[in-house]
């Protein structure tokens, strides 16, 4: 909840800082480009001020009020013709306006100001209204760049929320497709092992505080995740018969602070046990889970293959797709998977790099 609040005044303090910057150079450099004796005087100052409320005048009232009642809505000629009639006044008012002013202080009142032509006030006004013209298109930069700017921030905003319910609404799907294969191997468990289906309740309940509780978390602890996979491969080793071979291997460290997405893996392991094992042929399955000392997670399945037949599929290929989705939005450009069918054995790759994600994610979300 503090999050947006604090980017939003964040934006606001950005936008006044850009403001006073604006009007900083605009009124303090000219003096830079005086003789070093006129660095800085009053009276010219004093003079002043009629333009610079002048060009704050037509500045701001473009930037709040015609720039969005007006061209953003794309009414161009009423834009152009408004600016038009405030230009002219405004410069007749700036000039006045410094009349006016130096004839009540007329210490501020220029010595050749009495040697001029009658003419010479239009050249005034002229000068005025090319100053003017500039603090209108100086506005509509600045005005076109905020709104680039808030624009593109509601983007990465809309697809950041894109991104999260894509995630849930997969999640969503990951979980029954995951709880209904479990339970078909518990269903055929009771049937002929009544003790082993026992056991299998026990680690499907495992199973389910982890689906429950940390799979409710955008990430957990390798850690976790590697505990769940060993309850799953357990839950698993239950009902294989004895010409399967399942062999594991878990290198990461315990204290380790990696973190990982939730059941990104567990679709690639239901795949091995899907088509790794025959009734009657020797089979094998050999799953590796390995932490990288620079941030990557690897992740190494191969196993005997054993394609089902469109009749004795089930899932449709869900999982699999499930997990493309998922790696997609949660590491774009951050991981590697390839599969590879070779002398009747399936492999699966899946090296994800958790550390640049991480640091991926966080200039995103200064941005």
Known sequence: MDQPFNQKKGSIWNNVFVHLLLWGVIFILPYFFMDSERIFTWKPFMRSIPEMLGFMLVFYLNFFVLIDQLLHKGKTRPFIFYNLLLIIVVSFLM??????????????????????PKFFPWLFIVRN???????????????MTVRWFEVDSERKELAKAKSEAELQNLKNQINPHFLLNTLNNIYALIEFNPPKAQQAVMDLSKLLRHLLYDNNQAFVSLSQEADFMRNYIELMRIRLADNVTLTTDFFYS??????????????LMENAFKHGISGDKPSFINVSLKEHPDG???????????????????????????VKKRLELLYPNNYLWHTTIEDNVYSTVLVIDTKKQEDDTKLLDRG
């Open 296 to 322: 990557k997670v690897e992740f190494v399945s191969k196993n005997s293959y054993f394609p089902k037949t469109d009749y004795d599929k089930s899932g449709s290929g869900i999982g699999l797709e499930l």
């Open 129 to 143: 209204s090319t100053s003017l013209f500039l603090m209108m298109g100086l506005s509509v930069a600045l005005k």
């Open 254 to 267: 315990e204290t380790s602070t990696t973190k990982i997405s939730p059941l990104i893996f567990i679709s």
């Open 95 to 116: 000039h006045y306006s410094r009349e006016l002013l130096e004839y009540l202080l007329p210490e501020l009142r220029p010595r050749w100001r009495g040697r001029m």
